[in-house]
């Protein structure tokens, strides 16, 4: 065997195939846990990420450039220093991972410690080569190259430090229903979604106030929407508008185009009945080209959630009311009634606010 060259011959060698291993080890056990394969003591360590992005994404994202690299480093020498840093920038993510198990996960993932161990057992190879030749480099006595050992030393010992810092800065738990609630209040609105300036209109489907305004109401949308982003909350004063508002969201999320002229006919129907049906709303929905669609239980709930979180964050009591908001100054104001919440009136208020 010893006449192959490509066999390992010096222990630097076997250190680097040690390494090398390690490394493959490394992205196979990130495929395994991207496919979920793992066990369920790994399932809470699913529920966390890292600057938004799944663990096992990082994985892949760090182990294919490293034995790119590796490779790069049999004509490149120079690049085995920069997988060197990869791998102690690496070990200090790790190092917090093992920390957020132990004492914010409070159980332990054996994928998860299984590559910690890969990149531990690399980045000790590696520092086993790097004795070496500091070790040379000092026998040999030229300063100058005993001082760019240890600057190379030191530079690893900075890049530990700051895999370590960038993962506790980016390690977060990842809320599931808390994305899925902010997905439903994204696809409730409607105007402007960058913008600054947020309005939200709060009526409630028996209240005589709210359906005398509710053609106003049409007329001014989308000047309001060109300036705004547009919110309709129900509040429900009246029992009969809970009977009205998984209907409305339904139309609000799935119907945007058409949603004011349905809005307008859950109006009328509203005139008619407290307890809408099915087949009612499915009527209203076919005259107006469109299919309802009913939503799941748990988007009903999170916006009835979120309708009640509203009118305790603005302090709402009755309708029809509308809160004008600037998100960036936190700044806002009130329109109470139909002879309040006039074009002209939410215009200037727009306007004012904008400018504060």
């Not at 793992?38 to 529920?47: F, M």
Request: charged share 20%.
């Amino acid at each position: 065997m010893s006449n192959v060259s490509w066999w390992p011959r010096k222990l630097e060698d076997w250190l680097y195939v040690i390494v090398i291993l390690a490394t493959v080890a490394g992205l196979v056990l990130s495929g395994v846990s991207y496919l979920r394969m793992c066990s369920e003591a790994c399932s809470e360590v699913h529920n966390w990420r890292l600057f938004g992005m799944p663990f096992e994404y990082f994985g892949g994202l760090f182990f294919i450039p490293l034995l790119i690299l590796f490779g790069l480093a049999t004509k490149f020498p120079w690049l085995k220093f920069l997988c060197g840093l990869m791998l102690a920038g690496a070990a200090g993510a790790e190092v917090k991972f093992i920390l957020l198990q132990k004492y914010q996960i409070c159980s332990w993932c054996p994928i998860c410690l299984t590559i910690a161990a890969c990149i531990f057992v690399a980045c000790a190879a590696l520092f086993v080569i790097y004795a070496m030749e500091l070790k040379t480099l000092i026998a040999r006595g030229v300063r100058g190259d005993i001082m760019t050992g240890f600057l190379k030393g030191f530079t690893g010992l900075s890049l530990f430090a700051l895999g370590f810092l960038l993962a506790t800065v980016g390690c977060m738990r990842f809320d599931p229903l808390a994305a899925q609630e902010a997905t439903v209040k994204d696809s409730m609105s409607f105007g402007k979604k960058d913008g600054a300036i947020e309005i939200y209109m709060f009526t409630d489907w028996a209240c005589p106030a709210c359906r005398e305004m509710e053609h106003d109401l049409e007329k001014m949308a989308p000047d309001i929407m060109q300036k705004a982003r547009l919110t309709f909350v129900d509040y429900a004063i009246h029992t009969e508008t809970l009977n009205y508002s998984p209907y409305n969201v339904s139309f609000m999320i799935k119907n945007k185009p058409e949603y004011f002229k349905l809005r307008s006919d859950l109006t009328e129907l509203s005139l008619k009945t407290a307890t809408p049906t099915d087949e009612q709303v499915e009527k209203i929905a076919e005259k107006e080209g469109v299919k309802y669609q009913q939503l799941n239980y748990s988007d009903i709930t999170l916006s009835q959630k979120y309708f009640k979180q509203l009118a305790k964050q603005f302090g709402v009591t009755k309708t029809p009311t509308m809160v004008i908001i600037n998100t960036k100054t936190k700044k806002g104001k009130k329109l109470i009634g139909v002879p309040e919440i006039t074009e002209s009136n939410v215009l200037k208020a727009v306007e004012s606010l904008e400018k504060e």
